[in-house]
């Protein structure tokens, strides 16, 4: 049974004022990292009144010690703050997908309405509304239109709704270490309907120089550890030419003339205008493209720093990276999971390409730690995501639910 989309559409458009009041209710949940529980406990809810069958799934606190482990400054204990998972059975024989996306927002920042959702001019505005909260909302479309049509699916769909993408992707990694597998996963993220079966890695780095401090009428005789920065930094900034350099036209992110990029994002040091500075701490981020992966760029940062002719810096340096972590990766263009879904979205009236995603989210984690054919779609736009005035225009959610709907149909089968 081939699915047609204005049969989906129509099923999509009669729950449409509904799903709307879930995002809006979604949004007024402040799930900040640590304050996750109450918008959880409500998808909860919501999924099972809707009869989807899902269950908390713990986080253990062990997961901290993992190697993969993100650490950020808010991290706290992972008691009471747990995933959501629930596996639609399929009829037998189809393929099966994990469909996932994330209830965790970044902080509110400047904004005082960012928890006061809105509706206005066909745009929903909140924190979340893009990322991801409609995205999640998209999901829960597209599964009850198939239902309200009377679609039976040959395979599983195994949907995933974690906490900590926003830190780098423990939610999602610990349902990674309790197990999951699947023929495909499509992560549901702001894409605009774009298909990316490839996304760029970012590393976060910690780079700590150490001199010796005096008094500024003695600096001749001390080493400050603030030029050494510089030093480190020029070196950091070289690295980033070739970084930039190696980059280019790599398949699926051809069209960025600067894919990837070393930012110098914090720096510290120092503690008296007349005094030598014997500490400076810098952080920053490295974005890079599946031609490398986490191991070689920690390799290379080092490598750059050891380039540099000063021998005082190449001896009192620490690199570290404690902070945000997640691998590039790249699931083939042809794998029949993208080609399926980018079909799905063009047979539904979406403008949509395959490339890569010069962001990172949550599905390196499953391409690359549990080995699975990833891609990334979704509605709206990442560009409002993380700013002031987050919005997602709701025509675009409906889209994309479509899309969704048609292309898990195709790929896990119908009776
Ligand atoms: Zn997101």
Request: proline share 4%; hydrophobic share 40%; charged share 20%.
């Amino acid at each position: 049974m081939s699915l047609n989309c204005d049969q989906i559409a129509g099923a999509i458009a009669a729950r449409s004022d509904a799903a709307q009041k879930w995002l809006t209710d979604m949004i007024a949940f402040p799930s900040t990292q640590g304050q996750e529980a109450e918008a959880m406990a409500y998808l909860k809810d919501l999924c099972l009144s809707l009869g989807l069958p899902m269950e908390y799934r713990e986080i253990p606190d062990s997961i901290m010690e993992d190697p993969e482990y993100c650490h950020s400054d808010d991290e706290t204990s992972y008691v009471g703050r747990p995933n959501l998972v629930g596996v639609l059975k399929g009829s037998g024989g189809g393929r099966s997908v994990i469909l996932q996306s994330h209830m965790d927002v970044v902080p509110a920042g400047e904004w005082a309405e960012a928890f006061t959702p809105r509706v206005e001019g066909g745009y929903v505005y909140g924190r979340g509304s893009t990322d991801c909260k409609g995205c999640v909302v998209t999901v829960l479309l597209a599964m009850m239109a198939l239902r309200d049509l009377g679609v039976t699916l040959a395979g599983d769909v195994e949907l995933q709704f974690v906490i900590e993408e926003e830190v780098g992707g423990n939610g999602a990694l610990a349902l990674i270490r309790q197990g999951c597998s699947a023929d495909g996963v499509i992560v549901v993220e702001a894409t605009g309907h774009q298909v990316y079966p490839a996304n760029r890695g970012a590393l976060w780095f910690r780079l700590r120089t150490t001199g010796v401090s005096a008094h500024m009428g003695r600096r001749h005789e001390a080493v400050n550890a603030i030029e050494k920065m510089m030093e480190a930094s020029r070196c950091l900034l070289e690295y980033e030419r070739e970084l930039i350099a190696s980059s280019r036209n790599y398949p699926l992110f051809e069209r960025y003339e600067n894919p990837v990029q070393l930012n110098i994002g914090m720096i510290r040091g120092g503690a008296w205008p007349s005094m030598v500075a014997d500490e400076c701490v810098m952080e920053g981020g490295v974005g890079f493209l599946p031609n490398r992966d986490l191991a070689q760029v920690k390799r290379e940062l080092v490598a750059a720093i050891e380039s540099s002719p000063d021998q005082w810096l190449r001896e009192h340096y620490e690199l570290s990276y404690p902070r945000l972590h997640k691998d590039a990766y790249e699931t083939d263009p042809q794998h029949p999971l993208v080609t399926t879904v980018h079909r799905a979205a063009l047979a539904c009236g979406r403008e949509s390409e395959v490339y890569g995603w010069n962001v990172s989210c949550d599905a390196a984690l499953y391409a690359k730690l549990a080995g699975l054919p990833t891609l990334v779609y979704g509605p709206s736009d990442i560009g409002g995501a993380h700013s002031a005035d987050e919005k997602i225009q709701w025509s675009q959610a409906l889209e994309a639910a479509q899309t969704l709907a048609k292309g898990v149909a195709e790929w896990c089968g119908t009776h």
